[in-house]
């Protein structure tokens, strides 16, 4: 039932919005998926504490040329396949990272070839760039790390300092 209202909602306002924020609530992967195909006039998405429920046996990207800002605020990592298709100005992470949702970021960023901006806050720096599998395909103008790096700091930062001359 909570699909069919979903879905009739995005049919009829889908063209429509330019701006959605989703916070706090559980979803499955296939109402998220067709409501992103039926937004394309989306350009800002913020994602706020949802929750995937995994109905499809594989979560397929979905493409949309109009979706630039992406925020996502504790997510599950798997969210990111949504978006491997849409090329990104400016991606905005607030996650805890581990290494099974590294990989998930590292295989997303080597997709987004246009991205501007880049903001990760509360992510691990130390797991995120310890096997230097970070590939920098995008033309950064703005990077924001907020993050205590802790133990391991210089380690961390010359893995930091080699991402940014790639």
């Keep these: 039932g909570q699909h069919d209202y979903l879905i ?3 049919v009829r306002f889908g063209l429509q919005l330019n701006k959605l924020k989703i916070s706090n609530s559980t979803i499955d992967d296939f109402t998220l998926k067709e409501m992103l195909r039926l937004c394309v006039n989306l350009k ?11 109905k499809l046996p594989v979560l397929n990207a979905v493409r949309n040329d109009s979706l ?25 992470i607030k996650n805890y990272l581990d290494e099974a949702s590294r990989k998930n970021l590292v295989s997303f960023l080597a997709t987004q070839y246009r991205l501007k901006e880049l903001v990760l806050l509360g ?16 033309n950064l ?7 205590g790096i802790g133990k391991n700091s210089e380690n961390c930062n010359w893995n930091v ?4 001359r790639q």
């Design 44 to 54: 800002e998405l913020t994602l706020d504490e949802v929750t995937m429920v995994k």
């Design 68 to 92: 630039k800002v992406l925020s996502v605020h504790y997510c599950d990592w798997e969210i990111f396949k949504l978006f491997m298709k849409s090329q990104l100005t400016s991606l905005t």
């Design 8 to 10: 009739a909602l995005f």
């Design 161 to 164: 300092t080699a991402f940014l």
């Design 141 to 147: 103008h703005n990077l924001h790390l907020d993050n």
């Design 123 to 138: 992510t691990s720096l130390r797991s995120l760039f310890q096997h230097n599998d970070i590939v920098c395909n995008f």
